[in-house]
């Protein structure tokens, strides 16, 4: 499924390119304000940090919700205390695009993180000249070399990489990348399957100059404790916020998690 949903983003990125190259693509990024501090907005507090994700629709469960209005939406984020936003722009299985996180950027002063299957340079180029501050990569995803090139890829244009494991290994891969924000994801991509405990398992190798961030599987503020008891900082959460009623309330109650 991995190899799919990565084939998928980067056919869907080579077809842009064909209508538009990657020097037009650098210029418009090189003409944006300065990425924010999305490290800075994340670091280690007294209260779990968030990551409110815009998500229409995913693989695992289908359609989530409409949001017709990404922009409005992540301004009730914000409003609940959210410290950053993710916007999903896979177009394909997850109904995202790039046009949800420009208008995005435009509604909100917290960092973007560019939510895909990153796998080359023109991809985080737009994600750049879309506004966003982080992009995430999955190690999963991504040959080591690759990875590393990437990695400093997205450095050069000024935004943080936000590295995605789900094992031991990719957590120690990442460490050694330097990563600052390295997120544990609990749903296995290829089955699917949420582990709640992967965090507790993993999180332990990640040093403390690093921001550990627990991805997924967040359903109500139980699990945001159980994820913070672990030593998560931040938890990345989507489904619970996009189906969960009022969105700031329920941003409000995770970020009050200590
Ligand atoms: O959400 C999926 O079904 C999915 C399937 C395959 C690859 C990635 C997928 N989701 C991306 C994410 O990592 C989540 O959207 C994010 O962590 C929030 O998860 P949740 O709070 O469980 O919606």
Same mark, same amino acid.
Do not use: C
């Given at each position: 499924?991995?190899?799919?949903?990565?084939?998928?983003?980067?056919?869907?990125?080579?077809?842009?390119?064909?209508?538009?190259?990657?020097?037009?693509?650098?210029?418009?990024?090189?003409?944006?304000?300065?990425?924010?501090?999305?490290?800075?907005?994340?670091?280690?507090?007294?209260?779990?940090?968030?990551?409110?994700?815009?998500?229409?629709?995913?693989?695992?469960?289908?359609?989530?919700?409409?949001?017709?209005?990404?922009?409005?939406?992540? !301004?009730?984020?914000?409003?609940?205390?959210?410290?950053?936003?993710?916007?999903?722009?896979?177009?394909?299985?997850?109904?995202?695009?790039?046009?949800?996180?420009?208008?995005?950027?435009?509604?909100?002063?917290?960092?973007?993180?560019?939510?895909?299957?990153?796998?080359?340079?023109?991809?985080?180029?737009?994600?750049?000249?879309?506004?966003? =501050?982080?992009?995430?990569?999955?190690?999963?995803?991504?040959?080591?070399?690759?990875?590393?090139?990437?990695?400093?890829?997205?450095?050069?244009?000024?935004?943080?990489?936000?590295?995605?494991?789900?094992?031991? =290994?990719?957590?120690?891969?990442?460490?050694?990348?330097?990563?600052?924000?390295?997120?544990?994801?609990?749903?296995?991509?290829?089955?699917?399957?949420?582990?709640?405990?992967?965090?507790?398992?993993?999180?332990?190798?990640?040093?403390?100059?690093?921001?550990?961030?627990?991805?997924?599987?967040?359903?109500?503020?139980? =699990?945001?404790?159980?994820?913070?008891? !672990?030593?998560?900082?931040?938890?990345?959460?989507?489904?619970?916020?996009?189906?969960?009623?009022?969105?700031?309330?329920?941003?409000?109650?995770?970020?009050?998690?200590?």
């Amino acid at each position: 499924m991995l190899d799919g949903l990565t084939a998928g983003a980067r056919e869907d990125a080579a077809a842009r390119r064909a209508d538009r190259p990657l020097s037009a693509v650098e210029a418009d990024a090189a003409a944006q304000a300065a990425a924010l501090d999305a490290v800075a907005a994340l670091s280690r507090a007294d209260h779990v940090k968030l990551i409110a994700e815009v998500k229409r629709a995913s693989p695992s469960r289908g359609a989530l919700a409409s949001i017709p209005d990404p922009a409005a939406l992540a !301004a009730q984020y914000t409003a609940g205390g959210a410290h950053a936003i993710s916007v999903l722009t896979e177009q394909r299985r997850f109904q995202g695009s790039l046009a949800d996180l420009e208008a995005v950027r435009a509604a909100v002063d917290v960092p973007v993180l560019r939510k895909d299957f990153i796998a080359d340079e023109y991809q985080i180029a737009e994600a750049r000249a879309a506004g966003a =501050d982080l992009v995430l990569l999955i190690v999963a995803a991504l040959d080591e070399s690759t990875l590393r090139r990437l990695y400093a890829h997205v450095l050069d244009w000024g935004m943080t990489p936000l590295v995605e494991t789900h094992s031991l =290994d990719e957590a120690r891969l990442a460490v050694d990348l330097g990563a600052q924000l390295i997120g544990v994801n609990a749903r296995d991509l290829t089955t699917f399957e949420l582990d709640r405990e992967l965090f507790g398992r993993v999180a332990p190798i990640i040093p403390d100059n690093a921001i550990r961030i627990a991805e997924s599987a967040v359903l109500g503020v139980a =699990d945001v404790e159980h994820y913070r008891r !672990a030593g998560a900082d931040v938890v990345l959460v989507g489904e619970a916020l996009v189906t969960g009623g009022d969105p700031v309330a329920t941003a409000r109650q995770f970020v009050s998690v200590s």
